[in-house]
């Protein structure tokens, strides 16, 4: 979250992808890095163990919110 923050902060258009256990502490940090509202894109705990097809497919899963998030209008 801290890197998401220097980026956005820098006018780079930043996604933070997150798991499900690490919603409250991703919120703590963009809140106290100032990027109040920050929202991540949140999937399931875990994803280490996961074989490469279904981590194809998580991704699959969320790329249209990354691109919404990445190219929203300025």
Known sequence: MLD???LE???IPTVAVITDVFV???AYQAETSGMRGFQPIVV???TSHL???QIKALATSIV???LAILIKPA
């Open 9 to 11: 902060k820098a006018g």
């Open 24 to 26: 409250r502490e991703a």
């Open 4 to 6: 998401s923050s220097r």
């Open 64 to 66: 249209d919110r990354v």
């Open 51 to 53: 074989p490469e097809d």
């Open 44 to 46: 399931p705990h875990p």
